[in-house]
């Protein structure tokens, strides 16, 4: 099977402006997860759809959203964007209802000027 | 909602060593323990799991252990080398969402 795969993999944005991520899953997986590493913070969880809906959310402000389509690929969107949101944006999907393995994607960086 | 620590964030060990890291987690619903391994400009990639109703696993050098009553789990990578390099992250999950540490940098040195 084809891994997760994300594009783009790299994005340079300024302040202010939207950015919008996009991840495939593993064929068959149901849930992605997305999350944001910075160097010492770890990989900070973002929030997790199944079936088209968000199950959990993790602390991020309303500039983060995302959502999931019938085939599983899910979006995430940031607006309004700040220096601080400059990261590695991982997706991560696995099977079915959980807890599972995550398959991770390669990342997209993400710099923000 | 779950808080996992993890220590020492960076490790250095001879080649051939053994490396112990170990992570601590909040939430007794956590019922799922995996450890992933990201080498630098990769992706993390799952190298052991647990669950808690096992005290321990192993995968020929790679050994986890778990606490559940003191609520920690560690990693335990014996005759390290050179490849083993890279940082380490725990995680916990009660169901579907997973809690990451804060991940440990080794470096095994030949």
């Known amino acids: 099977k084809a891994g997760v795969t994300q594009t783009p993999r790299y994005l340079i944005k300024t302040r202010g402006q939207q950015v919008t991520l996009s991840c495939s899953p593993i064929?068959?997986?149901?849930?992605v997860s997305w999350y944001q590493q910075t160097p010492g913070q770890g990989l900070q969880f973002l929030f997790e759809?199944?079936?088209?809906?968000?199950?959990n959310k993790g602390n991020f402000p309303g500039r983060f959203s995302g959502r999931q389509f019938s085939n599983s690929r899910s979006e995430m969107n940031v607006s309004t964007l700040e220096l601080g949101d400059s990261a590695l944006y991982l997706c991560?999907?696995?099977?079915?209802?959980?807890?599972?393995?995550?398959?991770f994607g390669p990342g997209t960086r993400l710099t923000v000027l | 909602g779950e808080n996992v620590e993890q220590h020492p964030s960076t490790l250095s060990v001879q080649e051939g060593d053994s490396a112990v890291i170990k992570c601590t987690y909040s939430?007794?619903?956590?019922?799922?323990f995996p450890w992933y391994k990201q080498e630098l400009g990769k992706r993390p990639q799952l190298i052991i799991d647990?669950?808690?109703?096992?005290g321990e696993k192993k995968d020929q050098r790679i050994a986890v252990t778990l606490n559940k009553t003191a609520k920690h789990f560690s990693l335990h990578i014996t005759e390290t080398q050179p490849e083993d390099s890279a940082v380490y992250f725990c995680?916990?999950?009660?169901?579907?969402?997973?809690?990451f540490g804060t991940g440990t940098s080794l470096t095994v040195i030949p």
């Open positions: 939430d007794s619903a956590s019922n799922y």
């Open positions: 064929s068959g997986h149901r849930s």
């Open positions: 995680a916990a999950s009660p169901g579907n969402q997973f809690y």
């Open positions: 759809y199944f079936s088209e809906t968000q199950r």
């Open positions: 991560a999907s696995s099977p079915d209802r959980g807890p599972y393995e995550q398959f």
């Open positions: 647990i669950r808690s109703n096992v």
